[in-house]
């Protein structure tokens, strides 16, 4: 199982940090933090708990969000009522992955958290990365279409070394590889008429199988 994403909601408003902190807290894989409303209890919050993402307002009562992004070395959303094109520019130069205007709802927040979650995963390791996962984790955050520069064979590459020699679902080597179910099944589905990879079925105590996919080996 991989380690729960730890954030940390840094906003003056308590309705709207109690607001964001729920949503992240609704999303599996994640774990909220208890937010804070200063940056000098976020500084000490980073200190302390060593979150991996910061959800930061971008003007707090004792400071700017923006130079605080910029002075820690963790990944951060910038969610600010501030809509001047001055301020974005300055908090995507300073390295915030997404910029959320206010209010926005919490779907929106939700769907930016999951991507999140993916694009971590295909930079998950130590492993160096090729250009098609750089370029895929950078369409994933952003909402783009898979590049088209990522072939076919080089998805299917991936989705094997997801399988490893485990057995899964089409979701759980979804989340692995960092691409969406409906790519993950579709490979998967190609795989195996091929022969690549088997296909084995999960019986519960109701509703239909699972199908579930392993590595085939000759």
Same mark, same amino acid.
């Given at each position: 199982?991989? *380690?729960?994403?730890?954030?940390?909601? /840094?906003?003056?408003?308590?309705? %709207?940090? #109690?607001?964001?902190?729920?949503? /992240?807290?609704?999303?599996? =894989?994640?774990?909220?933090? &208890?937010?804070?409303?200063?940056?000098?209890?976020?500084?000490?919050?980073?200190?302390?708990?060593?979150?991996?993402?910061?959800?930061?307002?971008?003007?707090?009562?004792?400071?700017?969000? %923006? &130079?605080?992004?910029?002075?820690?070395?963790?990944?951060?959303? %910038? !969610?600010?009522?501030? *809509?001047?094109?001055?301020t974005v520019r300055r908090a995507l130069r300073v390295g915030a992955l997404v910029y959320l205007t206010k209010p926005f709802e919490a779907r929106t927040l939700a769907d930016r958290l &999951?991507?999140?979650?993916?694009?971590?995963?295909?930079?998950?390791? &130590?492993?160096?990365?090729?250009?098609? @996962?750089?370029?895929?984790?950078?369409?994933? !955050?952003?909402? =783009?279409?898979?590049? $088209?520069?990522?072939?076919?064979?080089?998805?299917? @590459?991936?989705?094997?070394? =997801?399988? =490893?020699?485990?057995? +899964?679902?089409? $979701?759980? /080597?979804?989340?692995?590889?960092?691409i969406s179910r409906a790519t993950a099944q579709r490979h998967l589905a190609a795989l195996a008429a091929?022969? @690549?990879?088997?296909?084995?079925?999960?019986?519960?105590?109701? #509703?239909?199988?699972?199908?579930?996919?392993?590595? +085939?080996?000759?």
């Amino acid at each position: 199982m991989s *380690t729960p994403i730890r954030v940390l909601v /840094v906003d003056d408003d308590f309705r %709207v940090a #109690g607001l964001h902190r729920d949503v /992240v807290a609704g999303r599996p =894989g994640f774990v909220a933090l &208890d937010p804070v409303h200063t940056l000098g209890a976020a500084r000490q919050a980073v200190r302390a708990h060593t979150p991996d993402l910061l959800l930061v307002d971008a003007f707090l009562p004792d400071g700017d969000g %923006v &130079d605080f992004v910029a002075s820690v070395d963790v990944d951060a959303f %910038v !969610l600010s009522a501030a *809509t001047d094109a001055a301020t974005v520019r300055r908090a995507l130069r300073v390295g915030a992955l997404v910029y959320l205007t206010k209010p926005f709802e919490a779907r929106t927040l939700a769907d930016r958290l &999951d991507r999140y979650a993916r694009m971590r995963n295909v930079l998950g390791g &130590d492993r160096p990365l090729e250009q098609e @996962q750089i370029d895929r984790s950078l369409s994933i !955050l952003h909402g =783009g279409a898979e590049p $088209a520069t990522a072939s076919r064979s080089a998805t299917e @590459q991936l989705i094997l070394d =997801g399988l =490893g020699d485990e057995e +899964a679902s089409a $979701a759980e /080597v979804a989340d692995r590889v960092g691409i969406s179910r409906a790519t993950a099944q579709r490979h998967l589905a190609a795989l195996a008429a091929r022969g @690549q990879v088997e296909v084995r079925l999960r019986y519960g105590s109701t #509703g239909r199988p699972e199908h579930r996919y392993v590595v +085939a080996r000759r």
